[in-house]
């Protein structure tokens, strides 16, 4: 779905001539795991939204976005394909932010851990916001650094139809152009938070380092990004401090900006990936 978007540098992954599709035992690429592990919910036990309802707060905190998270990737023990694999997801945390001249956020704190036959895989903690009904608009943040790497891509209709059908993510700002413009009174049809992530993350892939690997992506997502309207991925290496160096001359690790723009030069998500050697 999304490796028609990606940079030609995207490492080819191994393939099984038979079924002209990733083969068995590969390593599967960062941020993959999010369209799996689809929620049982049926059409009538989800919000008007079409997203799920058993992560939502009462009344009147109905509009939600995807704020952010963090996703931990066991290195010794990568995701596969054809790995038989549960998840277990628990809600860890609900605050209520208080903000002067505006009605409170309730932040929803997932907490999502994927299992394989060999012990832990995927460790995720996704932060969820939700609000009164508004009207989002969108903050102009611009970033003040220089990318080391960038790509250009524009998101289309059916990427986040195909998106939103591979992950089962049924809320409707995204596939749902009246919804999205009329009742919560978006521009155009919203691009997912955990699509966004995912590019940011196979961007990386696209320029991974020889011999390393991701450890962790930190990220938060700023404003919205819509269908479209061209956006950038941006990647820039940090350079250590000397508790970074301290860190990194045991165990060799590296960190990376990562941040996507939206069509205005606003800062739509931005994150850190840590990247460690491969054993």
């Known amino acids: 779905t999304i490796r028609p978007y990606l940079p030609a540098s995207y490492p080819r992954l191994p393939r099984d001539a038979q079924v002209s599709d990733i083969a068995d035992g590969s390593a599967m690429p960062p941020g993959a795991h999010l369209v799996y592990f689809p929620s049982s919910a049926n059409e009538f036990e989800l919000s008007p939204d079409g997203y799920l309802a058993d992560e939502a707060p009462p009344k009147p905190f109905e509009q939600r976005v995807w704020a952010g998270g963090l996703i931990e990737f066991n290195t010794a023990n990568p995701l596969r394909v054809g790995d038989l694999t549960s998840q277990a997801k628990r809600v860890e945390d609900v605050t209520i932010k208080e903000r002067a001249g505006a009605d409170p956020l309730v932040l929803v704190k997932l907490a999502l851990r994927m299992n394989n036959s060999r012990g832990a895989c995927v460790t995720e903690y996704r932060d969820l916001a939700y609000m009164k009904p508004i009207d989002l608009g969108r903050k102009i943040v611009k970033h003040n650094r220089q990318p080391d790497f960038i790509h250009k891509l524009t998101p289309s209709e059916i990427l986040l139809f195909r998106y939103s059908a591979l992950s089962w993510n049924s809320h409707r700002i995204h596939y749902d152009s009246v919804y999205a ?60 401090t000397q508790q970074d160096q301290d860190r990194s001359a045991a165990n060799g690790a590296r960190r990376c900006e990562l941040w996507a723009t939206n069509n205005e030069g606003g800062i739509a998500m931005k994150g850190i990936a840590t990247l460690v050697p491969l054993a």
């Open 181 to 240: 413009c009329q009742v919560e009174s978006h521009p155009g049809l919203l691009v997912h938070g955990p699509l966004t992530c995912t590019l940011l993350l196979q961007f990386l892939h696209a320029n991974m380092p020889d011999k390393m690997t991701l450890r962790s992506f930190d990220y938060r997502a700023i404003s919205p990004m819509y269908c479209q309207q061209e956006l950038h991925l941006n990647g820039r290496w940090l350079q250590p």
